[in-house]
């Protein structure tokens, strides 16, 4: 088996033959067997003359003659991960805590070891967490436990999907295939930006529970952690929902918006620290600027689909200012879990075909901007700007357009209809943050013009506050993934603050549940 890099194809390429495809471009031309995609991006450096950039694996007649003439092949092989069956079954289940990436990832390792966890999720089952969702979106009131943060999946079901990752770890791989089996479409096997979209994730989360349900597992919705029980150092069980449960391996998969959890722990002597985040705002555009702005007389293209981009500068205060969640054709949600507060967060479907493109536009911040030393102050710093925002608007979203936010324009809605769901009221959405975020965010955008023409377009409309794109605390753990107040505890994921997106959440609970079934 051959792995070809750096294999240029155009727009008119037809995948359903690429064995033909690529033998045009090796010699000898007539060496292939078959041909698979491995990776494909798209380069559009030359604008108005996008392309494809592949990775290819090949069967060939000859590998060592195919490998002697083309000098970007190389041997390959695949090395799938392999879960592994318990050695020893513990006197009482795993359990896990939460079912979003980690939970869900953590549960179906253990699962398919042998050793039956029991999932408890303080959400209800998706279905049920979609009606809830699509009620509040219609005006409803929200549900603290069932919204865009809580219920099966967890956060990422509401959300592009996207599967993208900074990690390097070989277990990315297995989180994609594992994905694909349970319902994603088979291209975020090969797509350098692999998305699944919310309305196809919503399927594949419900059948990655059946599985672990039919392995012996038992996942448990509308159930909320309230104690962690421990004794000479080690956990012993849980209360959940008012019932004991017992227990000496305890997965916390509580994903970045588990509020209550945070303080419960911090009050129950569990050690965590502080640790940098990010807050700003949604940005919405035109798709068809964005394509053409990014595509030029390409864009349309069916081939190329709807285009994204991920921006970041370095403002001269030293502070960064960068794109998160791009989400190509969706829609702007309030993704608030309490009912005081105004969350913005992006969504978009598999077909990502909306009128508008959205992202966040983030600010770091770090512990020396927030007041106090308290280790849950970042959490107050979110909340104080979430309530002002529903006060802003009487609990709709505020916006505004980007001449306006920039000093340029009167307030106003252009050509660019804001999509926030469930609705949304003009205001001065500066005035939401302090002034060393309001101050970034403006310098941002305009540096970010520079490096996509249109960024900064007056009639875009800018949507907040975005504050839970990461969780601003930290539960320390050590080098086997337990936390440093108990053993037994394993902290994991984006809400433990050890991930930052889908697939290091799912790859974190994957390489957690391993240190109780090595």
Known sequence: MIKLDGVILPLDTDFNNLKDEISKTVEPKDSIVSA???????????????????????????????????????????????????????????????FGPAGMFASLTLARAGLCPLVIERGPDVDTRTADVGEFFSGGALKENSNIQFGE?????????????????????????TFAEFGADGEILYDAKPHIGTDVLRDVVKNIRKEIISLGGEVRFNTCLEEILTFGGNVVGIIA??????????????????????????????????????????????????????????????????????????????????????CPGGVVVNASSERAGVVCNGMSYKARDGVNANSAVLVGVASEDIEGDGVLAGIEFQRKIEQSAYRACGGKMPVCNVGYFLGKTENGIGKVKPTVKPGYGLYDVGKLFPGFITDSLKSGIELMNRKLSGFADNEA???????RSSSPVRIIRNDEMQSISANGLYPCGEGAGYAGGIVSAAVDGIKAAEMIIK
């Open 36 to 98: 698979r995609l491995y990776r494909k991006s798209v380069d559009a450096r030359k604008k108005g003359k996008p392309q494809f950039c592949c990775s290819v694996i090949l069967d060939v007649k000859d590998e060592i003659e195919f490998l002697r003439m083309n000098k970007t092949a190389n041997p390959f092989s695949l090395s799938p991960y392999i879960f592994k069956k318990a050695k020893e079954i513990p006197k009482n289940r795993p359990v896990v805590v939460g």
């Open 153 to 177: 999946g967890g956060a990422g079901t509401f959300s592009d999907g996207k599967l993208n990752t900074g990690i390097k770890d070989f277990r990315v791989r297995t989180v994609l295939e």
């Open 241 to 326: 929902s008012g019932e004991e449960i017992k227990t000496e391996n305890l997965f916390l998969c509580i994903g970045h918006s588990a509020r209550d959890t945070f303080t419960a722990l911090n009050n129950g002597g569990f050690l965590m620290c502080r640790k940098p985040f990010a807050v700003g705002v949604r940005i919405e555009h035109l798709q068809s600027d964005i394509d053409r702005a990014l595509y030029g007389n390409a864009a349309g293209n069916k081939n190329l689909g709807a285009a994204d981009y991920k921006l970041a500068v370095h403002l001269p205060s030293g502070r960064g200012v960068y794109t998160f969640c791009m």
């Open 461 to 467: 409309i800018i949507s907040a506050p975005e504050t």
